[in-house]
């Protein structure tokens, strides 16, 4: 069965904080796609990143950093130097590749304050 | 670059009233999903199209229907609405695995 916890429920950071949030998955399938969505009061969802299974390379876009380590199941979300427009919540999330309609689930989510 | 739409953005019933979310995908993509987020939950799938024909099926309640069209624009259809109802209703399309998310519709039950 596919799972994906964030255990952080909740963060506040001071503004130019780095802050990590937190996300471990569960999976059968060898192949799969881990993603990130940034959920901000207006309630669209606004994709972030999406990272194949086969590739563990860490990715850097500007203040945001992914960390992907298949030994531990785990995809954490660093951002540099933290902006108040960062606040915002943050869900990881999981989709297996197997058939062309699988569906993403979604971690629990974490709420991030950033405190000017 | 053409998004996923979803109408209406608003939309307020009373209880036991029905209501029709529609979703239009991008061109293309041939894969529906539908999601429900609760208020402070994650969203939660619901049901799921390839190619027109239903592919899964999630915490989906009988009250609720959906079906996609010729055209591969969705809709979903909640009757004897409950206040619980209420939430973000997403509509997502995928083509290999692309996922592109509508800006959701808002669902008040009062």
């Known amino acids: 069965a596919q799972k994906v916890t964030q255990a952080q429920t909740e963060i506040s950071v001071v503004e130019k904080e780095d802050v990590t949030l937190d996300c471990v998955y569960e999976?059968?399938?060898?192949?799969?796609?881990l993603f990130w969505y940034k959920q901000p009061p207006s309630g669209e969802l606004v994709f972030l990143i999406r990272?194949?299974?086969?590739?563990?390379q860490n990715e850097i876009s500007g203040r945001y950093s992914w960390n992907f380590q298949k030994s531990t199941s785990s995809f954490n979300f660093t951002i540099t130097a933290s902006q108040v427009v960062d606040s915002a919540v943050y869900f990881c999330a999981l989709s297996d590749i197997g058939n062309r309609d699988d569906k993403i689930i979604f971690g629990k989510g974490t709420r991030l304050h950033i405190l000017p | 670059a053409a998004g996923v739409i979803q109408s209406p953005r608003h939309l307020i019933k009373e209880k036991r009233e029905t209501a029709t979310l529609k979703c239009y995908p991008i061109p293309r993509h041939d894969t529906v999903y539908w999601y429900q987020q609760g208020p402070g939950q994650d969203p939660q799938f619901l049901i799921s199209?390839?190619?027109?024909?239903?592919?899964d099926k999630g915490s989906i309640p009988d009250r609720f229907s959906a079906q996609q069209f010729s055209d591969y624009h969705s809709e979903l259809n909640m009757s004897s609405l409950e206040l619980g109802d209420s939430a973000l209703y997403f509509c997502?399309?995928?083509?290999?695995?692309?996922?592109?998310f509508g800006s959701g519709t808002r669902l008040t039950v009062v």
């Open positions: 997502a399309s995928s083509l290999f695995y692309g996922y592109t």
């Open positions: 999976t059968r399938d060898t192949t799969y796609y």
């Open positions: 990272r194949n299974s086969f590739d563990e």
């Open positions: 199209f390839y190619e027109k024909m239903q592919s």
